[in-house]
Structure formats: C-alpha cells, structure tokens
C-alpha cells in the first residue's frame, strides 16, 4: 500500500545532474520519510491525531475499560508496544520508492463483531494532503540543497508532488 505517490520531473538537466540524479532522489526521499517517522507519524498516537484522521469511535464500554485498566484514553495505544515500536520503524529506499516498514503486530488486532471491526493497521496509516504536503516539501528541499552542490546547472529543476 501506497501512502504518498509523486510525479519527480527532472528539466533541462546538466551531465553531473544526470550522473548523480538517482544518488540525490534516494538521499532526498529517504529524508522525507524520515521527516514523516519522526514528525508526522507520532501524531496517530494522540487523541488530536485521532481526530485529525478520522479513526473510528471505540464502545463505550472498551472506552471506559481502558480508562480505568490503563489510565489513559490514548487512541491505538494499550500497552505502548505499537507506539514504541513503530517509532523504531526501519525505513529503505531507491531513487524511485521509498518504504517505511512498522514492525508492530498488535495493530492487526481486530476485534470480532462485523460492522464493529476496526482497522488499526488503516488508521495508523492514514495520511492527509496537509501530511503529504509537508513531506514532499521536505523531499524538495533536500533534492535542491543537494543540487546546488553540483557544478553547471543552468537552470531550477522542478519538483511536483
């Protein structure tokens, strides 16, 4: 599953651009989806995040369990393992994909009952424009700062997302 998808177009690119473009894409990207580890992705485990990405009301009743069993109503969140896990997420790349692989296997529970099942694993990968926005920015500034280190560009190179 794809999380952010992104059309890089390289213009009018010199010789030492073209001979170092694949090696700046992956260090470029890369950065980018660790902007998002440390950044954005912490943002599933709050209660604001829980909003922001739409998660899905839990029972009453698990509500309330939590409350008193943990002491906390933090979404996603029991123990702490997803959390603490998925922050030690391990994070690889090319110069045309990057993937940020979460080793935590308590966010395939899914509790029975139908229409009342609950996809954590969804919800801990939800991303908003504004999430993508931010991430590709980083992506972008990286790529330039880097380029800029290369002698003979004629022109700026664009990158949209």
Sequence with gaps: MSLFVANITIVSATAA???????????ALLKGMQFYR?????????????RK???RRRTRKYREAKKRVKGHSRP???????????SRSRITGTASRVRMFINAPN??????????RIDMLDEVTRVTNADA????GVVRKRFHERRRRLRGI????????
Aim: aromatic letters at 10%; proline letters at 3%.
């Design 17 to 27: 651009l073209r001979r170092n473009a694949k090696r700046l894409l992956k260090n």
């Design 76 to 86: 996603l969140v029991w123990s702490g393992e997803s959390e603490r896990r998925s």
């Design 107 to 116: 966010l395939n529970f899914s509790p029975k009952g139908g229409e009342k």
């Design 53 to 55: 990405y739409g998660y």
């Design 154 to 161: 004629r022109r700026t190179h664009r990158i949209a997302a």
């Design 38 to 50: 440390r950044s954005i992705h912490p943002q599933h485990f709050t209660v604001a995040g829980a």
């Design 133 to 136: 926005r931010a991430v590709f």
